[in-house]
């Protein structure tokens, strides 16, 4: 693994921005750089289990060596982003209860701006409201 950084959001951020690529392009941008190298084995595993859960399309092409896949994001950026938030708050509530949403939002919003607080109110009173 990429130290501590995990390597599927890594993988989804580059089919963000490139829209579509083949595993061995995944690979090449993720090792651009970086002094340990993944293997083609490691990313292949990755972009397969996104594959599986849903998060990629993909379609196969032929070339010199055979058959391969192209893969793009089968979500939007921010459909990705909610459930990637969506899971680290599941996983902090089970684990610590509403605390867990309680110091969320303590940690959360110290990092926010006076717009951004102003932002989170309207969509806190719209849910109320709700």
């Known amino acids: 693994m990429m130290g501590r950084e995990p390597l599927e959001p890594k993988v989804m951020e580059i089919l963000f921005r490139k829209g579509e690529a083949t595993v061995r392009e995944i690979l090449e941008e993720i090792n651009r750089d970086k002094e340990r ?20 399309l993909r379609e196969s092409a ?11 994001p089968a979500v939007t950026r921010e459909e990705y982003e909610r459930m ?17 949403l309680l110091r969320f939002v303590e940690e959360s919003t110290s990092r926010l701006d006076e717009e951004e ?13 709700k």
Not at 37 to 53: A, D, E
Not at 84 to 100: C, F, N, Q, W, Y
């Open 37 to 56: 190298k993944l293997s083609l084995t490691t990313v292949s595993t990755v972009v397969s289990r996104l594959y599986r859960k849903g998060l990629l």
């Open 62 to 72: 032929r070339g010199r060596g055979g058959t391969y896949y192209i893969y793009r």
């Open 84 to 100: 990637m938030v969506r899971e680290a708050v599941d996983r902090l509530s089970r684990i610590l209860g509403k605390v867990a």
């Open 117 to 129: 607080l102003r932002e989170l109110l309207r969509r806190i009173e719209e849910r109320v409201e």
